[in-house]
């Protein structure tokens, strides 16, 4: 397809400058202390129907009529509009609605936040977040409607990696570049 044609795929630019670049940890290999304790799993909606309510309601829309809120995150307010929440839950052997409280954590506590350049020349805000199990969390935020909560899905930390890339502008922690693996005499340390 080209990327003239409006029915073209919107994808992630390839070659942005990503976490490699930056010589940031790798998530498949990230020390337990960086990452969160495990973040609870609701169980899959029956339906279509049911899992935009089950989302809904676990985002902080209480009733049908709370149409949006807003959540505080590092990088300002994220809306999250209820007229979303269809496209997030729509892959049903997916059931992301059973996710729904991780990707909420991701949102106000990441582990990291990238601005992603996107073929139809917008960006979006990819908000890493890291468990203490084998699933991990992507959030897309869509800047060009304001900040709106986009989509949310579940990988592993492989896949993660594969979306750490484009401008870094949050992370949550510290980290000494230059330490390669299984060289410890290069970390600050007390020597008697």
Not at 37 to 54: F, G
Not at 150 to 174: E, I, P, T, V
Not at 176 to 190: A, D, F, I, R, V
Request: charge should be positive.
């Amino acid at each position: 397809m080209s990327p003239n044609n409006p029915t073209a795929k919107i994808a992630e630019k390839k070659g942005q400058h990503s976490w490699l670049d930056e010589k940031l940890p790798d998530l498949r290999t990230l020390a337990r202390e960086m990452r969160i304790q495990t973040v609870e799993e609701l169980p899959a909606a029956v339906s279509h129907e049911a899992a935009v309510e089950l989302a809904a309601i676990n985002l902080g829309l209480s009733s049908a009529r709370t149409l949006s809120i807003t959540v505080d995150t590092p990088m300002g307010g994220i809306q999250i509009q209820r007229n979303c929440l269809n496209h997030i839950v729509e892959k049903r052997q997916d059931a992301r609605e059973r996710y729904v409280k991780v990707a909420l954590d991701t949102l106000t506590g990441p582990f990291e936040v990238w601005e992603v350049a996107y073929t139809n020349e917008t960006c979006r805000l990819a908000f890493i977040g890291v468990y203490e199990t084998k699933r991990q969390m992507l959030v897309v935020v869509t800047l060009s409607t304001g900040n709106m909560l986009w989509n949310f899905m579940q990988c592993d930390a492989k896949a993660l990696n594969k979306h750490r890339h484009g401008k870094l502008l949050y992370k949550r922690y510290d980290f000494l570049p230059n330490k390669e693996k299984g060289h410890c005499h290069q970390w600050p340390c007390n020597r008697a």
